[in-house]
């Protein structure tokens, strides 16, 4: 059962300081009267973004081009896709080899191939994904909300007991970490709009948990002691205030979710085995369990990362077919399962999936092939060895978004690919602004809502100039 | 007052002027007489007006949303509809209200009532047409001017404090009908006074030291004392302005050369108590050493105009120093104040290498920048110096004496830190109308008098009768125009928090990121694990939670209301948990207490007051007799979530 009629008055009523807090002199207020967000009919209550941090090559992926085998003295600029292309149950959607179980199920979503990275005059994936996530790109002078955030702000959790922003998957102690945590913040919504971290879905059920080593009944009891030590504290004579009050709502909320029935969906002991084992691929298929745990108990905005780490995972700047084959095998069962087990639940209308990255790959360009950036991985022209092999450069003129459910149409392409190098848009370009405006639309939220802090308007959009991408709606 | 505050309070007045609309035009007949003879707008309404009205409604203030600081405003009414009708004082709700007609409203709410003769003008008046004329003792729009003022101190009272920030507010206090409280307990003041100068909790034998002192200069001390701790003093304000300086150990940039630290220059300029012209200066023209807050964040790939170093050197300059915010102004002329786009290139245009092209919402104009400083009265900088030259040029300028908002702006922003709330709000918007404008520019001036030592304005403000006023707690939506009673209540910073709760267990940060002078030993002392302070360790989950900034943007106030994020690290985070044991450990190490004694000193170390015996019964059960380590983790916890602890009263 999904407590879908919880809305955003009860939230603020019950674990709300920052009801408050966004009052405050100083603080962000709505920007003004939100006509559009008002006559805006959501096709979603809850997203789910996951995220293909590093750059997943949409040739090798949703996007197949012509194949060529790998063998010694191939020429680089001969080769588009290191793998066979594979059908799916649609009949003008083809994919790469190694993502049979997604192909199963692209007739519940939509894929779009022409999405367009921004020019940032040099490529930095924390950059372009700071980009992709807030719409913005840094250094800023305000700190900018994560896509996370802004729904959280905007629409509040579905469930009062369930944060509204979950992140999964992403640590943050290796190269770029700071570029990282810059971005996976509310910015200037504040804090009580920021992302509630599970770096290991695994261990996520100790994030709803005491601390490690507490019982049950010691940490009941500690709370007991709070509470009557705040009975008898003689701080009530200096009166009702609303610093008190903040604390003690908080605190209140904070226990309210860690004994929350809700806190059971963090507990992924409790999935039967043989969908556990499904779903096991590692950290990202099990952290798209723990989404799909959340989802039923009323999460609002997940999003799962298959976690950025320069040169890991889609960051492949050598042997990148050896390495895609892998990071292939990591998605598809869990992705398309994910897909399934929300239909089955009835959820998935009300869903909307989204896997995306910050940008694509190409064995050759670096960039735009008009606008082409400092090449940074060293690509030999002929191939010697089977670590040459694979998409190793960044690209950042076509690349593949997958949508399922929350309103998309099902089966639907949109957007096509030029066949020869470079493989760039040819129709319907996509770019990361117009992709939010579609993002927040199925939400329910307009492309100018925004904010007003430090008395200018910050919208969701860049200048609140997104515009939605009509033709992905069913 | 500041704009941009929704209407959760303006319902509240709503609702107080909706009771009075039923009333009004049905009782007219017990209304007084109108008199009956020509009125005077300028001899007999508008003093009227001035002396009654305007205080909430004049001035720009709009309780209830009525304004009356014209014909039109007046005519416009209130949140709930007109409240005066040409010609027919009868069916004019302001005079049933001035009239008194409804015993729960009567306006205006303070002071005595209208009599009926002034009731009967006021009728007149309206009946008369609404004659008004301009007149000179309006309140004037308020325009803050660069040119420093020095205010004349006023005389002190008889018997009252002769500091001079109370002289200053006895006047006021008068003006706004405000009978100050008596002063809270001396224990309150150190633990207020020693948080807000050093971020700790007083040691309990210099608070008892404190209470036996019969002195009365006791206060004086206390602040020499805890002013005099270069070390606490220093290590507390570098929260502060590593928050306003963006500047931490990690952080976006620091990975390829894009940032550099100024850790080691700022906490020598806050040990050594360098004067604040001299800060400034050394951060706007800055050494190897102070370069990284003018150098700004610098992301590889391509930067959009109105964030280019030089840029961010005009706008973090600028807000810091000065109080203004050029980040509108930086992309186009701003909307909401007077700044330009050529004022905010004329500041860019002093940290540029070379000449600048004028940027409008990301257009290249076609145009040169004009070098300039934002206020070219106080003086120039020559364009045809080298980057250094004009550097320094412009810390001259920006330091002056004739620069008013530098000072205004620091006494300001001290103001803000003890009393939580600044003579003028947003501390970034000088330029807006302080709550006390004599004030503020008084202790400008006496900053500057006084050789820009920081120290001296605080020791003022602690010093003063108003510092030792109970504490008020005003909700961030409060309509009503704000009338200064005393400190705001505060909250601790993540870092006072911590360092408290280590100050009372002993059992401080580990991994430091900077070395610290270490007090001198004294003789025979038994060997102690190093203070390591919060905020010389990175940031962790927990004082992010606790609202530690990330120090990418410059942050001249921390949001201090909780959230149920920092409440799940609070209750449920490793981080916490980690540092209770280690305080345990280290607190049950010393030789045994008793439980209720254990109780007892820790209640009065970290709260200055006696635990009551109830509450050391429940603590003493948590802790367990003999203490047990979990006892005692929990009860620490469990005291430490008490908003009695967390909060500054």
Known sequence: MRPSTWNRRDFLKTAGAAALSTLAAGYPREARAEEDTERIIPTADTMIVLWMGGGMASTETFDPKRYTAYEPGLAADAVLSTFPSIDTVVDNIKFSEGLSKIGQVMDRGTLIRTYQAADLGFILHSRHQYHWHTGYEPPLSVAAPHLGAWIAKTLGPNNPDVPAFIDIGQRFDQGEAEELKAFHTAGFLGNEFGPFFVPNPEEAQASVQPPAGMTESRFVNRNQLYKSLLAQSPTGEFGSEYQKESMLRSMDSAHRLLTSPAAKAFDLSLEPKEIYDIYNTGRFGLGCLLARRLCEVGARFIEVTSEYIPFKYWDTHEDGHTRTADLKTMIDAPVAQLVLDLEERGLLDRTLIVLASEFSRDMLTEGKPENTVKNQVEVPAVMTELKHYGMHRHFTAAGSVLLFGGGMKRGYLHGLTADERPCKAISNPVNTTDLHATLFRAMGIAPNHGYEIERRPFYVTKDGLGKPVMDLFA | ?649
């Open chain 2, 1 to 649: 007052m500041l704009s941009g505050i929704p209407c959760l309070s303006r319902l509240l007045c709503l609702a107080a002027f909706g009771v009075i609309v039923s009333c009004g035009a049905a009782l007219a007949q017990e209304l007084p007489p109108a008199a009956n003879r020509p009125v005077d707008f300028d001899t007999e309404i508008h003093p009227l007006l001035a002396e009654r009205c305007f205080q909430c409604h004049g001035g720009g203030q709009s309780r209830g949303g009525l304004q009356m600081d014209s014909r039109e405003l007046l005519l416009n009414g209130g949140d709930s509809g007109p409240v005066v009708v040409e010609g027919k004082s009868g069916e004019s709700r302001l005079i049933s209200l001035v009239a008194g007609l409804d015993p729960e409203l009567i306006m205006p709410p303070k002071g005595p009532q209208l009599t009926p003769e002034e009731v009967g003008i006021l009728r007149a008046w309206i009946d008369q047409g609404l004659v008004w004329h301009e007149t000179k003792t309006e309140a004037a729009a308020y325009v803050a001017s660069v040119t420093p003022r020095r205010p004349e101190l006023p005389a002190a009272k008889e018997g009252a404090s002769a500091n001079p920030i109370d002289r200053f507010l006895d006047a006021y206090y008068a003006l706004h009908s405000v009978t100050p409280s008596a002063s809270v307990s001396d224990a309150v003041f150190l633990r207020r006074a020693s948080l807000d100068v050093t971020g700790l909790v007083p040691q309990p034998a210099d608070l008892d030291a404190f209470l036996a002192d019969t002195d009365p200069e006791k206060y004086a001390k206390a602040a020499d004392r805890l002013l005099g701790d270069r070390l606490a003093y220093a290590e507390h304000w570098m929260t502060f302005w590593n928050d306003a300086l963006r500047n931490d150990f990690q952080g976006t940039g620091y990975i390829d050369g894009g940032r550099k630290q100024i850790t080691q220059w700022l906490f020598d300029a806050l040990y050594n108590n360098l004067p604040y012209d001299q800060f400034a200066s050394q951060l706007i023209n800055p050494s190897a050493e102070s370069e990284g807050f003018v150098n700004g964040i610098i992301w590889r790939g391509v930067t959009a105009a109105a964030m280019v170093p030089p840029m961010q050197a005009a706008q973090s300059v600028s807000q810091v120093f000065l109080g203004v915010n050029l980040k509108c102004a930086s992309c186009h002329d701003s909307f909401v104040d007077h700044w330009k786009l050529a004022d905010s290139y004329g500041m860019a245009s002093v940290f540029s290498d070379g000449a600048m092209e004028l940027v409008r919402c990301d257009v290249p104009q076609g145009e040169t920048a004009q070098i300039k400083f934002l206020w070219p009265e106080v003086g120039r900088v020559d364009p045809k110096r080298s980057l250094a030259g004009r550097r320094a040029q412009l810390a001259r300028l920006l330091t002056s004496e004739e620069n008013g908002f530098f000072a205004r702006a620091i006494v300001n922003r001290i103001w803000a830190k003890f009393m939580g709330r600044g003579l003028v709000e947003p501390l970034d918007v000088i330029e807006n109308e302080p709550w006390n404008a004599d004030l503020l520019d008084w202790l400008a001036s006496d900053l500057v008098d006084h050789g820009y030592d920081l120290k001296h304005t605080m020791k003022l403000i602690l010093t003063s009768q108003a510092y030792r006023l109970p504490s008020v707690d005003t909700p961030p939506d409060s309509q009503n125009a704000y009338v200064f009673r005393g400190p705001e209540v505060k909250r601790m910073t993540a870092e006072m928090f911590l360092d408290t709760l280590s100050s009372l267990t002993g059992a401080w940060q580990e991994n430091p990121q900077f070395a610290v002078p270490e007090p001198p030993k004294k003789k025979d002392e038994q060997p102690k694990p190093p203070v390591i302070r919060a905020w010389r360790v990175n940031s962790d989950p927990l004082t992010r939670a606790m609202g530690r900034p990330n120090r990418e943007q410059v942050v001249t106030r921390r949001q201090s209301l909780a959230t149920a994020l920092e409440a799940v690290e609070l209750t449920n985070g490793q981080t916490l948990s980690s540092h209770l044991q280690r305080g345990a450990e280290s607190l049950l190490a010393a030789p045994p207490a008793s439980p209720e004694d254990l109780v007892s000193s820790i209640y009065r170390h970290a709260l200055q007051r006696d635990v009551t015996e109830s509450e050391k019964a429940a603590a003493a059960q948590m802790v367990g007799s003999p203490v047990t380590k979990e006892g005692f983790e929990d009860f620490l916890w469990a005291l430490a979530m008490q908003p009695e602890f967390q909060l500054i009263y």
